[in-house]
Every structure is written in C-alpha cells, then in structure tokens.
C-alpha cells in the first residue's frame, strides 16, 4: 500500500503523518516494509540504502512484483486489502 493508502484508511491522517509514524516503526511490531510510496518507489531508500534493499527482499519474498526502474507494480492487483497488512512479520 501507499502511504496515502494508508492514510485513506486512518483518517484523519494525511500520507506525510503516515511517512512519519512509519519511520518510527523499523522495528518488526509494525510491517513497514509493506508501504510505499504512490509511485511505487521504496522512499526509505531516502533514509538508508541499505533498509530499502531489506524492504525490497521482504517485498519479494511475499510475491511482490517490480518494474524494471525498482518500483513496486502499483496496479490494482498489488494494492493489499487493509486487513493483510496485519498478516505475519517476518523474522529478522
């Protein structure tokens, strides 16, 4: 999901309150490897390099597909149902 997914979801949230509570949450009682931003883009990367090629790994590993320029395939297909992004973490 994007950011602002996410926020359409919590409202009265706005997609950079979602970024923000999210940067606070790399650790795994939150999945925040399953959101994005609305292009697809892993806008962790901005933060850490290193985070973003775990974000993509985890992404994978769950089946998520990728545009050859390292985005996520943001079609209605790869949009999660709020209710996965509460499924099983991964262990790190």
Not at 58 to 65: D, K, R
Not at 72 to 86: C, G, L, N, R, S
Request: with cysteine.
């Amino acid at each position: 999901m994007s950011y602002g997914q996410v926020a359409a979801w919590c409202p009265p949230l706005t997609a950079r309150q979602v970024g923000r509570i999210m940067a606070g949450a790399l650790d795994n009682d939150i999945p925040w490897w399953r959101v994005v931003g609305s292009d697809g883009s892993l806008r962790i990367h901005k933060r850490d390099p290193m985070l973003a090629q775990l974000q993509r790994a985890y992404l994978q590993s769950e089946g998520v597909q990728f545009t050859p320029d390292g985005r996520v395939q943001m079609t209605p297909e790869q949009v999660a149902d709020p209710a996965t992004f509460f499924a099983p973490l991964h262990e790190v």
